[in-house]
Each structure stands twice: as structure tokens, then as C-alpha cells.
């Protein structure tokens, strides 16, 4: 189709019909919270206290939900997994045991390859929680707990294609995941572990200690040491600043390369007076323990390109901006 074949009218249209669908969708996922009730916060009992595995089913778009929920169940601290419900049905029910949870999902509560596994599920001994948009449905009536996600109407104009009451039922496994991860008292160590992969894991798992061995550089100087030698460690080390420190070792400042060239901008006596007369006093530090996007933070919001690491109020270490970025800690 040339650009000039579409057709302006039947395009803002469409785009009246997105904004329709949106709101329509956030209107269903603000009914679900409005209708919070003490089922939510049974089903959470039931989890909580379940000796086995939570175990996510279903078909079609509401396969495809429950899959979702299967995931982030288990990335935010709630061990679950996802059984296909015609999978199910050839085999795959062995995956699940007596003693586990089992959340279905379907709006209608009559699909039949859902139907067709409670009668199992039952011998095998779970509980059963029926997410589910009808709550007389068959699915709801062999169910231990339901937790309803009905919609007055889906965002597809003609009502059928599974959209609105897909994402209330999203939105409210999300909501139960995240109540779950609360009240075990998840934490961002605990995320970081399961997600150890990509940029996310850089991030989460990355310390100070394993920046600083890509340079391996600790430029020191003492409290009466020329800015001109200063200079000249920082040159050495390839590093745009030097810690400067007491006879004890004890970090007391530092100088940057930027500091040296603002003061040049107006005189060039200073280069041979001690770093004590322009250091940046008591700057701000960090220790080899912290993970290293906190330390890329402070030096966003502080503008700055070194930071450094002490121990016991010694310099240890310099980091360097770039370094952090070669890490991908961003």
C-alpha cells in the first residue's frame, strides 16, 4: 500500500479506538482493585502455607497469562512453574504432587482442557484456585478459593478477542506476586540472585571490588606533595585525580586534574605549593563492598569522575567513571 492510499478518516479512527481500549483495560484493572476482598488475601494464606510448589495452568491467551504468572511468581521469591492444561491431559499432570497449589486460569471457567483436568487434580490432592471471570462456572464450583477477575466488556469492539479481561487477570497475579514478595521480605539481594543475566544482573550483582581490578590504580599523595608531583601521579596512573592522605596513610582530600586546570586558568604560582592548599576536603568516599550502581549514582548526582574507595578511612582504590561503563553497571 502507497502512503498516499491510507486513508486519514479510517486512521484517527483507529487511533480514537486505541485510546478507547486503554481506557477500557485500565477501567478493568481498577475494578479488580476495588473488589479486593478477603479471597486475595486467603489465596496468599493458602500459598504461604502450601509444604509443595505453586503450579500455574491454562490454554490459549489464558495459557499464555498464566505462563506470565508463572514467571514473575518465581522471579519475585514465589517458587512456581507452568503446566500447559492439554499437556496436561497427555502426560504432564505427573509434574505436579499432592501437597501444591495449583492457580487455573480462564475468564470463562469452561475450557474444556481445563474442565477436563480437575477431576485429576482432585485424586492427586491440591488446592485449587480458580482465576476466573465467572464465578458459577464449572472451574469455580471444583475450585478451593476463586479469585474473580470478571469485565464488563472486553477492549475489542466486538467483544470477543480476550483483552481487557487478559490484562485484569495479569494485574492481578502481578498484585498477588508482589503481596507475596512483601511478606516474605524479599529483597533486592534476593532479586539480583535470580536474576543474574544481562544488564539487569550487571547491575544487581556487581560490587566496587570488581570495577576497580579492570584498572587496578590507587593514586596517593601526601598532604605536602606539589601539585606538580600530583600531576605527575596522576599522569603516571592514567587516572583524573590522586587521593590525598596524612602521614598515617588516613585519607584527608582530593585533587583532580579539572581542579588543576581551573586554577591554571588564572595563575600557574600554585604548582609548586602543597596539594593541602587546594584539595577538595573530606570528599565523598565509598568501600569495595557496595554494589557498584550505588556508586554510579553518587557520581551522576555528585558530577564527578573518581571516587574513592577506602577501608579503616585508607584509600584502597580509585573508580573511575568510564570503568563503571565498561562494566555495563547502567
Avoid at 503450579?55 to 512456581?80: D, H, P, R, Y
Avoid at 544488564?199 to 590507587?218: A, C, F, M, P, W
Avoid at 568516599?285 to 551522576?300: F, G, H, N, S, V
Amino acid at each position: 500500500m502507497n502512503k498516499e492510499d491510507i486513508s486519514k478518516e479510517k486512521l484517527s479512527s483507529a487511533m480514537d479506538e486505541a485510546k478507547n481500549v486503554l481506557e477500557i483495560e485500565a477501567e478493568a484493572v481498577l475494578k479488580i482493585r476495588d473488589n479486593l476482598d478477603g479471597s486475595f488475601k486467603e489465596a496468599m494464606k493458602i500459598i504461604i502455607d502450601c509444604p509443595g510448589r505453586v503450579v500455574f495452568t491454562g490454554v490459549g491467551k489464558a495459557g499464555l497469562v498464566a505462563k506470565k504468572m508463572a514467571a514473575t511468581f518465581s522471579s519475585t521469591g514465589t517458587s512456581a512453574f507452568f503446566v500447559h492444561a492439554g499437556e496436561g491431559l497427555h502426560g504432564d499432570l505427573g509434574m505436579i504432587k499432592n501437597g501444591d497449589v495449583v492457580i487455573a486460569v480462564s475468564n470463562s471457567g469452561e475450557s474444556d482442557e481445563v474442565i477436563s483436568l480437575l477431576p485429576s487434580l482432585r485424586r492427586i490432592g491440591v488446592k485449587l484456585i480458580a482465576l476466573t471471570g465467572d464465578n458459577d462456572s464449572t472451574l469455580a464450583t471444583y475450585a478451593d478459593l476463586i479469585l474473580e477477575t470478571d469485565v464488563i466488556t472486553e477492549a475489542c469492539p466486538l467483544n470477543l478477542a480476550p483483552t481487557a479481561s487478559t490484562t485484569a487477570a495479569i494485574a492481578l497475579g502481578d498484585a498477588l506476586a508482589i503481596a507475596l514478595s512483601t511478606y516474605y521480605g524479599f529483597t533486592q539481594e534476593d532479586f539480583a540472585l535470580y536474576h543474574p543475566g544481562g544488564s539487569l544482573g550487571k547491575k544487581l550483582l556487581t560490587k566496587v571490588k570488581d570495577v576497580v581490578e579492570i584498572r587496578k590504580q590507587n593514586p596517593i599523595v601526601k598532604t605536602e606533595t606539589s601539585v606538580r608531583q600530583a600531576l605527575f601521579k596522576m599522569t603516571k596512573t592514567r587516572m583524573g585525580s590522586t587521593s590525598v592522605v596524612d602521614q598515617a596513610g588516613n585519607l584527608k582530600g582530593i585533587i583532580t586534574d579539572g581542579d588543576i586546570r581551573r586554577l591554571l586558568e588564572k595563575s600557574a604560582d600554585f604548582i609548586d605549593r602543597p596539594v593541602k592548599d587546594y584539595m577538595t576536603v573530606d570528599p565523598v568516599t565509598i568501600t569495595k563492598d557496595k554494589l557498584a550502581a550505588e556508586a554510579l549514582q553518587i557520581m551522576e548526582e555528585k558530577e564527578i569522575n573518581d571516587l574513592p574507595v577506602v577501608e579503616a578511612g585508607k584509600p584502597v582504590a580509585m573508580l573511575n567513571f568510564q570503568d563503571l561503563l565498561r562494566a555495563k553497571v547502567f
